[in-house]
Structure formats: structure tokens, C-alpha cells
């Protein structure tokens, strides 16, 4: 059966767009106060766009606020779009479930429409009529586009929900309650930090994005931040920038090429095969920017001469950069089991340093080297023996500094089972840690992020291609 995500693939994918054109008939915008002239407004739009629009979203204030014929006017014009073009209605409908049955039967049966934009604070009893139909469906308010909403949706969530901010968490249940395939979220294109969180705790659903244009939200950054994997799944919504336009075909077709170009110059289709969907333009461009990863000729410890070198102490002059790595670590960390963070002197202190004031989770660490004076302790921080740990890091190359480390927190009585870093070199780290029973994860491998920097451009191909060289080598080194 055909399932209101699967509508909203099929046509994004034979038409290549993602824009929703908004139906909003501003009284400002019309030659006068009637239903009449709304209707005609938005006929005009439709005939316009029609072969542009992956979706139409009429907002069902404007036409409300007309009275009775308003509300006819509304069904003619939703009537009016052609088939297979699927319809939200912009209504933002709430309430106890029985309501919120009425609701669903108002705008699925009687107006006809494929999806309906719905609050989430009452529950999932609220929100499951919208859902029982898989081919309708409804767009949970998330992080909507209006300054205000970080009077609320901005509230960071404490206990196990290791500091999420509210809208994190709706994102999150979205992804779980998605089971028909007909649940999305709405996200502003004027929070593109929201959309990124948004993205990493619900990779699979699609986002309604409004705020383009008139708000002030940045297409090209709401498109890095938004998309899913496939390059697909958000819907980008625009009302004014092309209802107002002298000509609005042209308007929406200058957005869509807008669209089609931005969507290109984020990800390539061999790029997407390779990279993690949770992997942040944001933080890929950070690490080069902060000087983090350079390209030349450098001896490692080794005393292999290797291509690339990347340091990651250098992120405690970039605050910015540190906060979007540690919120990396957040997802991989969520899954598994620990009473405590052991960080490893250097550049994992910053780092664990970070995340354990995002979320609250106690800190502590081995010292290099054992104190001569005072307690002469090797761990520094409280903890209690038998309590477990989980340790990180910044690097993974071949595993060495990992196994000190680990023999040190196990001689203090701590037990480890994992190992978390921000980018595994794939140097051996990996296989050497999981013999020992200890087990990597890694936000990040450095093919992930070669392939990003190529996809985009950022670094010359002979440079992506010396790096490659370099792995294999070490890798059929490792194997041997």
C-alpha cells in the first residue's frame, strides 16, 4: 500500500523538487475581503506551480478567518490541485484523542487532503488518529521557524534524556511512533543547528521546512543541515517569496534550480553510499578550519611518513568546533553503558571535558605520568572501584595509548568495555581493541571524511587520493 512517504518520494523523485508551495491568502494580498478573491489567488498559484510543487500546504487560518464560505473555498481549492500532488493542511490541530479523531476525519474525509500539521504536547494518543491510515498522515510541530520557540522547545530535558532539548526529544519520538510510514516534522529553515539535531535523532523522516526567504532561513544551510542520506526528505516551504513575486512561476522556478543546485554541491551519490547520514558539514568544515586536519608530508610516532596529520588539541582555541564534536560523540555514548567518562591526557580532555557538561555525565582521568607529591594518585576525579567507564579519546590509530590507558583504569578497580573517538584512522585500532574484548566506535572514519571533502571540493583530488594510497598501505600492513 502507498504510504504518504512513499507519495512524497515517488513524486520528488520524477519531478526533482522539493518545494511545497504555500497557500496563505494574506488579506493584504488580496483585491479584497472575500472568499472569492482567496480562492482566485490561490487558482492562480496552483496553475503556476503545478508542475513544480512536490506538495501544496493551504493554511487554514486565512480561509477561517472568511466565515462559512471561507471554509467551502478552502475544500475548492484543495479540490483544485491535481491528483497526485499530496496536500498538507497547515492547521496545527491538537488535542484530546476523540478531538483529535474528529480532526482527522475533517481534513482526510470531508477536505481531502493527504496530511495535516498537528501539536505534539498531548501525547501519542493525541497524534495516533492522524496515523492509523498510512496514505494520510501528519507533520509534528518540532522547532518551528518563529523566534519564540525557544520558550519552550528549546528547554533542555534532564535525567536519562542526557540534557536533549525538548524538540530533540518530539524528533526523537517521531522516529519511534513513525511505524506506518506517514510521520514527519516540522523545522524551521531559520534554525539550521535545529535541523541538524533534528536530523541525528530522526535520520529516516521527512521535514517540513518553513522559513525560506520572508523569515530570513538560509537555503543552502538548511539543505546541509536537513537532508536525509539520500539527498531527499525535507520539504521546503515557500508562501510569499513566490506569491508576491511579479511573476511567481518564475519565482518558484528560480527556487526550484535553487534547490536542485545546493542539493548537488552538499552530497554526490557515491559520497552518500559512503558517509554516515549523521555526518555534519558543520563539524567536517570546523576541523579544517581550526587547522585540525592538514595535508603535506608529516612522520608520525611511527615513523611512517604519512600524507595527512591531523591534531585535534588545536580544538580548545576553536570553542565552536569543540561543541559541535562533543555533540557528535552524544549519539554513540546514548548506547551504551556507563557510570563515568575516562579521558585520555591530551586531547581527549577537552573533548570529554565538553561533553560531560552537556549532559551531566561525571568526568575522570588517567595521568600520564604518576604524581610524585601530594596523593601520588594515577586517576585523577572520584570514582568507586567496580564502577564502569567508557574511554575518550580523540584518535584511533593503532590502539597503543588505548591499552595504557585501559591497564591503568583497570588496575584502580574500573572496568572498561569501550572505547569512543571522534575519527578512527583505520590503522589497526580497531581489530587490536576487539581482540582484547574492548570494542571501538568511532563518530567518524577518515575515509568519511576524504569522501566528504572530495564530494564538496574542499581539498585537491591528488590530496584525497595520496591519503588513500596511505591507508591502504597501512591497512595490508595490519592484515599481515
Sequence with gaps: MTTLFSLLDQRAQKIDSLLCVGLDPHPSDLPSQTPEAAR?????????????ALAYKPNAAFFEALGPRGWEVLAEV???????????LD???GDIASTAEAYARSAFEMLKVQAMTVNPYLGYDAVKPFLADSQHGAFLLCKTSNPGSVDLQDLPLGGDAALLMLYEKVA??????NINGNLGLVVGATFPDGLRRVRKQAPDLWILAPGVGAQGGDLKEALRAGLRADRS??????????????????????????IRANRQSCWSEETLQTVEPGLSAVLAEGLLTAGCVRFGQFTLKSGLVSPIYIDLRKLVSYPGVLAEVAEAYLPLLRKLKFDRLAALPYAGLPIATAISLKTNWPMIYPRKEAKSYGTRVEIEGVFMPGEQVVVIDDLATTGGSKFEAIEKLAAAGLKVEDVVVLIDRQSGAAEALETANFHLHAV????????YWECTGRIEAEKIAAVRTFLAGESQSVGH
Design 40 to 52: 482566485d489567488f490561490c487558482l492562480r498559484l496552483i496553475k503556476a506551480t503545478a508542475d513544480l
Design 78 to 88: 484543495i479540490a483544485a490541485i491535481p491528483q497526485g500532488i499530496p496536500v498538507i
Design 91 to 93: 492547521a496545527k490541530r
Design 172 to 177: 526523537g519520538l517521531a522516529q519511534e511512533w
Design 233 to 258: 526528505g525535507m520539504l521546503i516551504a515557500a508562501s510569499r517569496e513566490i506569491s508576491r513575486a511579479a511573476d511567481p512561476r518564475q519565482a518558484a522556478l528560480r527556487l526550484v534550480e535553487s
Design 444 to 451: 567518524l572514519t577518515l575515509t568519511q571524511l576524504l569522501d
